[in-house]
Structures are given as C-alpha cells and as structure tokens.
C-alpha cells in the first residue's frame, strides 16, 4: 500500500475520495495527499482508533496538522510496549514515492485507553468527526463490544461491513435505527480498495461529509452493496 | 448465597450499589463483550468482565442480574457509578484477573447459568 499505487488504484476504480485511516496511528497520511496532488483524487487525514473497549472508531479531518494533533493524544494513550516485528510485521513510514522514511517501533494493534465516549470528544474538538468502524463484525466493533450504542454518542455514521447488506442493516441490527450508515472499503491491500458509496457533496470536507451522512442540504450518500 | 457472600470471600470492593448487596445469586457468567452477555447471562447471575463501560451497567439492569465484577483493578468512571447507584446494580472491583475471579467463583459453588 504505497502512495502512489494507492492513487493510480484509485484512479482506476473512479474514487474521488479516498481516506488513509492507520491503525492508531497517522503518520502516512501526509505522503498519500502529496502523492494524490494533481490526480483528481482527494485525500482525507484519518486514523482507525481503538478505544479501550477495543472498539474500533474511524476519526476523520480535513488537515494534516489536525490529525497530528490528535495523534498525540492517542500515542499518549497507548500502553508502552515495542512492536515485534516477527509477529505482526514491520510498521513502515514511506514519502510520497513510497521510499522507506522510518519505523515507527510503537506496537500500534492495542488498544488505546480512551474510552470511547473520549475519543468522540477529543475528535470532534479538534474539528473532526467519528465513524464507529464494521460494527456488524464479531471483533473490534462497538455493537459487538458494548451491545449497543451508548446514548448520546456524537458519531457522524456507523459503518457496516460488506457482511451486511445495508438494506438488511436495520432488520437484522436494530440498536442501529436512526443512525446514518455508510459503508466504506476497509481496505488492507490495493485489491481490496473499491469503489461502494456515492457522496453528493460541494467539497470533500469533514463538514460537507457530516451534512451528506445525515442526509441534509442537499447532501447525500448512496451505498452499493 | 448472596452478594455480600462474594464479596467476603473474594475481598471485594463495593463501588456502587451497596443497597442492594442481598442479591441471590443464580449462577456466573464471564465475558467482555457485552453482546454475548445479553445473549448468555441469565437473570441472578454474577457477571465477571474488565469492561467498565456505562453500558454494562445497562445490560446488568437489563437483565436482572445480580451484580458486576469488573477486575484487572480497572476503575469505572463517575458515570457509570452513578449509573450504577440509580439503577441498584451492585457494582464491585478486584485487582485479580477474570480467570482468577471465576476460578474463586466456582470453588464458592457457584456454577454456569443452565
């Protein structure tokens, strides 16, 4: 997954819109935006979290220094043990052309100590907004985790995998009646990147986003299952 | 056996819901993920988990159980205390883990929901 494949890879499927949403972790994001520059492919700051319910939320910014900010915060939040690299594979930093800057030697699969309700705050004081990530999955999912989802709760949208139908989400996940659902490519690996939700906005920012999921304006989106 | 048993024999901390710590307990359920709770737990039983979230407190009202035991020495924030306290959920700490908590559990007697 190095930068400019990333964006041919996107070029190809037709995505206009794009996130990079490392696991705890930010520090890609910068190199895939100057890779994307001029392809028509637009490039939001993003991290997946892991809360300390082992919830996975999805934290999107317009910036880069936002999304650096916030990646204080959960490098704070991370419990103080190494990577091993034999186990669970080398955590590379690329530049734009996808040369190897450093290694980053934090073990970034646990989970943060910020309970969830924490990293929804932090987020959206730092203008962005949170997505709780596959939430039809067995592991790492909010519903799966926590049963359902805590009152009040300011996520942007839930998201459900490709597990799930979205016409199916509501019949057979009811805690999810009311709440915008979005579906996204969760992708790993080029081949799994896709293109499965169609965004009617002005301009690819957190607000417009936020306006889009919830279906105001004007703004819209539309899930291919 | 009541919750007020437990909680002399495991040298347990009551955090919240200490009006209610004559529960009789039915039977013991462990697990963090509070889906399977709902769908395992039984009414009466003492659930063991390292969660701390408000919503334990929610599925353990939800289903009548008869009290929390949230260990590894994770200390549940003020809103899930009160929470606790509302609605009458006996609500107690261990610094031991899950697995030594249940292993205590059934050397008591006190065994899986049928």
């Keep these: 997954m190095i930068p400019p494949l990333i964006t041919r890879r996107a070029r190809e499927l037709g995505l206009e819109l794009i996130a990079i949403t490392d696991h705890n972790s930010a520090e890609n994001v910068e190199a895939v935006q100057l890779a994307a520059k001029g392809s028509g492919v637009a490039v939001l700051a993003g991290m997946e979290v892991q809360t300390r319910e082992e919830a996975h939320i999805v934290c999107l910014f317009d910036t880069v ?161 | 056996m009541i919750v007020h048993d437990v909680i002399a024999a495991l040298g347990l901390e009551v955090a919240a819901g200490a009006d209610h710590l004559d529960n009789e307990l039915t039977g013991g359920y462990a697990s963090d993920l509070l889906s399977c709770v709902m769908a395992g737990a039984k009414a009466g039983n003492v659930w063991v988990t390292l969660q701390a979230h408000t919503n334990v407190i929610a599925v353990a009202e939800l289903l009548g159980l008869g009290c929390v035991i949230i260990t590894e020495g994770v200390r549940p924030g003020e809103e899930t205390l009160s929470r606790a306290n509302e609605k009458g959920v006996p609500t107690l700490l261990s610094k031991e883990s899950t697995f030594a908590v249940v292993g205590k559990l059934w050397q008591l007697g006190i065994r899986s929901p049928k």
């Design chain 1, 65 to 225: 220094a936002q999304v650096l900010a916030w990646q204080e915060t959960v490098y704070a939040s991370l419990p103080p043990l190494k990577n091993r690299e034999e186990v669970f594979g080398a955590q590379f930093v690329v530049d734009e052309t996808g040369d190897y800057r450093r290694t980053n030697e934090r073990l970034l699969l646990a989970s943060t100590a910020l309970p969830v309700e924490e990293v929804v705050a932090g987020v959206g004081a730092l203008g962005g907004l949170c997505i709780a990530a596959h939430v039809d999955r067995q592991a790492y999912s909010l519903l799966a985790n926590l049963g359902f989802i805590p009152a009040g709760l300011a996520l942007a949208a839930v998201e459900i995998s490709r597990l799930t139908p979205p016409e199916e989400a509501t019949v057979r996940y009811p805690q999810l009646r009311g709440w915008p659902l979005i579906t996204s490519g969760d992708a790993h690996r080029l081949s799994e990147m896709r293109a499965n939700m169609l965004v009617t906005c002005c301009q690819p920012s957190v607000s417009e986003l936020q306006l889009a999921f919830r279906g105001e304006g004007g703004r819209k989106v539309k899930l291919f299952p």
